[in-house]
């Protein structure tokens, strides 16, 4: 089974950038490369929400209209880790962020398994 380690969160300005990591520990009888990943953020008193990912197959990840244009996935197989760049970040950014594994097709937090722990990122004003 596939273990998920969420990094990089944490404090920042409105306007500023962080990059969290996701990497991928543990056997799954498939390599990294086939694995679809997507990163989801859940802030206080919301639900868990789908920020971008991969579907499978396809190696160009997708992203909710919310982040569109600011944030951009990214992975580097070798290392077996994915990336989640965000850029202008805005104080309605600031969540728990997740990343997954695609289990099944859509974008619900019902079709993602394998959840990591989460990251805080917090954007302040």
């Known amino acids: 089974q596939v273990q998920l380690i969420e990094s990089g969160g944490g404090l920042v300005q409105a306007g500023g950038s962080l990059r969290l990591s996701c990497e991928a520990s543990?056997?799954?009888?498939?390599?990294?490369?086939?694995?679809?990943v997507g990163w989801f953020r859940q802030a206080p008193g919301k639900e868990r929400e789908f920020v971008g990912g991969?579907?499978?197959?396809?190696?160009?990840?997708y992203y909710a209209d919310s982040v569109k244009g600011r944030f951009t996935i990214s992975r580097d197989n070798a290392k077996n880790t994915v990336y989640l760049q965000m850029n202008s970040l805005k104080p309605e950014d600031t969540a728990v962020y997740y990343c997954?594994?695609?289990?099944?097709?859509?974008?619900?937090?019902?079709?993602?398994?394998?959840w990591g722990q989460g990251t805080q990122v917090t954007v302040s004003s």
């Open positions: 997954a594994v695609r289990i099944g097709s859509g974008t619900s937090p019902s079709s993602f398994g394998s």
């Open positions: 543990g056997r799954s009888g498939r390599t990294f490369s086939n694995i679809a």
């Open positions: 991969f579907n499978w197959g396809v190696n160009v990840p």
